[in-house]
Structure formats: structure tokens, C-alpha cells
């Protein structure tokens, strides 16, 4: 009992010095710094959770006072990290390295990549079948060591996320930001979950995501390789995407190839999804 209160109050006074650490946060007009600072207090969250999984939820004290103590903590945390404007704040939300979007009643979800995403993530990239489909032959090729490297060092507006369903890892899905123009890809690289609907899905949400901050991002652009019917028909038809442009590639075994482009603007999104 001891121990646990002591765990409590120490929880609290870390928690409640969160909230000036998230006000000085705003002030930040350099949002490369903003990210390392929302890291930290991501990093106090996970204590936070820990502490209580590994003390409160074990000790033998009654389900009813533990649900308690862990709903007055969260009620503190929210109260001292959730600033009004937190999941606007200029898109540093779609940034937070802790970003795992699940979709209630649905068993897909994305979260970041992180290192240890490396090896299937070598497997996947290595595997011809799935990028002779893509315009990004240049990705095969790499280790899992080249691709840990890249994931740790990958800059904070370049984002590589993992695709689940039911937590199994079945593709990636990336987004490079600059100028305001997102250019992004996918790819449901387990075979067995292509044609469900998954990449339709997750692109939907992953755009909302995209347009939802302010001054972020304007337009979503996409580069397919013209002979994947599958793909043009997801991005033109079913997720109202224009073509802007097209070029020649020649792909890993110098073979050529057509590039298609296709774009959707911010305004163009939102009409068509009725937000
Ligand atoms: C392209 C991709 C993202 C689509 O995601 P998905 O989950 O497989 O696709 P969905 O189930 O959401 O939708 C597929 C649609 O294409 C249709 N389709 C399937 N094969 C097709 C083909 N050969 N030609 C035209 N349309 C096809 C399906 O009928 C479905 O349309 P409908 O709902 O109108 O019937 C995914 O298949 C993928 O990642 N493939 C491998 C890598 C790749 O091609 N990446 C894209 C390059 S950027």
C-alpha cells in the first residue's frame, strides 16, 4: 500500500509539471524542437502507464478501487497535457512519434515504423513481386541494417508507418512533406490482405489525417507506375485523385516504365468527403 501511494504521488508531480512543459511547447516556433519536446513527454506517458500495470493493476486490491486510481490518474494527465487546440496544434499531432491511428470497430491500424520494423521491412522491400508494381525499384536492394539506419535517422517530416490488422504488420505506408505537398505511398505487401478493401481504407483515414492540421499540408501527391490497374483504380475512382502528369523510369532491370502522377488538394478532399 505504501509503495503504491508513493508510486501515485510521484506519478502526480511529474504529471503536473506537464502542463507548463506543453505551453512552453506552443511557444516553439520550430517544430523539429516542438517534436523532441512532445517526445519527452511521450516517454513520461509510457512511465506513467508502466507504473500502474506494473504496481496498482498487480497489487491485490479490489477491481473497483484500481479502475478508481487509474481513472483519477488519466484525469489528471489529460487535465495537465491537453492543451485546447493539442490535436490542431500546426500538425505536430500527426508527427508524435507515439502516432498509432485504430479505427474503432475495425481491425486495421497504423503506427510508425521504428527500428525493429527493419527486417520485414528488408523482406518486403526485397521481395520483386511487390515492387515491380511500385515506381521505387531503388528500394530494393537495402539490408535490414541500411533500413534500421534510415529509420532512426529519418527526418521528422518523412514518415513511414506500418499497417496492421490485428496487429500483424501488412504493408507500409509513407509520407515525405515538403513545401506543403505530401507525396505518399503504399504498399499491402502480404498478399492475402490485397483487395479487402484495407488500402482504401487506410488511405482515407491517413489523408483525413493529413488535411486535418492547419497549414501542413495542402496537397497529397502519388506516383504509380501506369500498368498497376489496381492502384489507378483505388487513387482515380474510389479516392478521387487527378492525374497531373506522367514520365518515362526505367525500373531495377532497366527495363522502361511510366509514371503516372496524381494529386487531390486539401479543398478538393474535403468535398469529396463531404468535410
Ligand atoms: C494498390 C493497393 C494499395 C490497393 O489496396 P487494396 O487493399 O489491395 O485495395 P482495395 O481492396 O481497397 O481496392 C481494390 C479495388 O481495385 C479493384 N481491382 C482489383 N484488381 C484490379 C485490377 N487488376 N484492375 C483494376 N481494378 C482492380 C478491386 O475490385 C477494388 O475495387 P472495387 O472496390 O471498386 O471493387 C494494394 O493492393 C497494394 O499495396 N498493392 C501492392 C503494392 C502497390 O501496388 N502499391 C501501390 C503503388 S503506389
Known amino acids: 500500500m505504501t509503495q503504491i501511494k508513493d508510486d501515485c ?11 507548463d512543459d506543453f505551453e512552453k511547447i506552443e511557444q516553439i516556433k520550430d517544430v523539429e524542437t516542438a517534436i523532441k519536446e512532445f517526445d519527452k513527454n511521450d516517454a513520461i506517458y509510457k512511465k506513467f502507464k508502466d507504473t500502474y500495470e506494473q504496481t496498482i493493476s498487480k497489487s491485490s486490491l479490489d477491481n473497483n478501487i484500481k479502475d478508481e486510481i487509474k481513472n483519477r490518474l488519466y484525469e489528471v494527465w489529460v487535465k495537465s497535457t491537453l492543451l485546447d487546440d493539442e490535436f490542431d496544434c500546426r500538425g505536430w499531432t500527426i508527427f508524435r512519434t507515439s502516432l498509432t491511428l485504430s479505427f ?8 510508425k515504423a521504428l527500428s525493429t520494423d527493419a527486417e520485414i ?13 511500385t515506381c521505387f525499384p531503388n528500394e530494393l536492394g537495402k539490408s535490414v541494417n541500411q533500413i534500421r539506419n534510415e529509420i532512426e535517422n529519418r527526418p521528422f517530416y518523412n514518415l513511414l508507418f506500418i499497417i496492421q490488422y490485428e496487429r500483424k504488420p501488412i504493408g507500409e505506408m509513407s509520407a515525405n512533406i515538403k513545401d506543403k505537398i505530401a507525396e505518399c505511398g503504399i504498399k499491402i505487401c502480404e498478399e492475402e490482405y490485397q483487395d479487402k478493401g484495407i488500402g482504401t481504407f487506410v488511405l482515407q483515414k491517413f489523408f483525413d489525417e493529413l488535411f486535418k492540421s492547419e497549414d501542413v499540408v495542402d496537397k497529397i501527391s502519388i506516383t504509380i507506375n501506369a500498368n498497376n490497374e489496381r492502384a489507378m483504380h483505388v487513387y482515380q475512382d ?5 492525374k497531373t502528369g506522367e514520365f518515362d523510369f526505367e525500373d531495377a532491370n532497366f527495363n522502361k516504365q511510366k509514371a503516372i502522377k496524381l494529386e487531390i488538394t486539401k479543398n478538393e478532399w ?6
Open 238 to 242: 474510389k479516392l478521387h485523385l487527378t
Open 121 to 133: 521491412l528488408a523482406k518486403w522491400w526485397n521481395d520483386k513481386k511487390i515492387m515491380a508494381s
Open 270 to 275: 474535403k468535398e469529396k468527403r463531404g468535410k
Open 104 to 111: 474503432e470497430k475495425r481491425k486495421e491500424s497504423i503506427r
Open 9 to 19: 504521488t510521484n506519478m502526480l508531480k511529474e504529471i503536473s509539471a506537464l502542463k
